[in-house]
């Protein structure tokens, strides 16, 4: 098993930067792509970003292109996602998951492993 724990979700102000981090533990080298994903209050959970297991692929949502940066370090079995020029609209908690095969899809079911996910705030 995998297991997978969110930090550095906060209240931040519109325009204002987070990072989000994601430690997995367990049977890390059974990882390959992993990627976040959110659900807002009344909404359904969205794709945001998604990366390859060497790092030298990524996927973004539209929605997030140009101000979310998602990156790996596999030494500390950790994803990050740097968000910058966040908007209210991004408010959110986020997911971090992770696949078991070589996928940086938007498919969320496409994913074996969650997390219990962290809180985003965008507010002033």
């Known amino acids: 098993q995998v297991q997978l724990v969110e930090s550095g979700g906060g209240l931040v102000q519109p325009g204002g930067s987070l990072r989000l981090s994601c430690a997995a533990s367990?049977?890390?080298?059974?990882?390959?792509?992993m990627g976040w994903f959110r659900q807002a209050p009344g909404k359904e959970r969205e794709f945001v970003a998604a990366?390859?297991?060497?790092?030298?692929?990524?996927n973004y949502a539209d929605s997030v292109k140009g101000r979310f940066t998602i990156s790996r370090d596999n030494g500390k079995n950790t994803v990050y996602l740097q968000m910058n020029s966040l908007k209210p609209e991004d408010t959110a908690v986020y997911y971090c998951?992770?696949?078991?095969?070589?996928?940086?899809?938007?498919?969320?079911?496409?994913?074996?492993?969650w997390g219990q996910g962290t809180q985003v705030t965008v507010s002033s």
């Open positions: 998951a992770a696949a078991s095969r070589s996928y940086i899809g938007s498919n969320g079911p496409s994913y074996a492993y």
């Open positions: 367990g049977r890390t080298f059974s990882i390959y792509g």
């Open positions: 990366i390859s297991r060497s790092g030298g692929s990524t």
